[in-house]
């Protein structure tokens, strides 16, 4: 995962752009357009980034990941204590 991507999930959860809407269940801002915010859970995000992940990455052996889904394991690390 690159630090860009790291960096941008910190950012959304330092920002309260993370919201738990069931157990795994989270809404969160994109990090691109305030207006927009995109439908997580922990294996999967309904934004372009994941949604091309593959496409970009193909048979690179990698598991498709994003800023929303990183975000949601810092949210966790950082509620859960």
Not at 48 to 76: Q, T, V
């Amino acid at each position: 995962m690159s630090a860009n991507t790291i960096r941008k999930a910190k950012k959304l959860v330092e920002n309260g752009g993370v919201v738990k809407i069931e157990d795994d269940l989270f809404q969160i801002k994109s990090s691109s357009d305030p207006e927009k915010s995109y439908f997580v859970t922990s294996d999967s995000c309904e934004c372009p980034g994941f949604k091309n992940f593959y496409k970009f990455h193909h048979g690179k052996g990698l598991k498709a990941n994003c800023s929303h889904l990183e975000a949601i394991r810092i949210f966790k690390e950082e509620t859960s204590d």
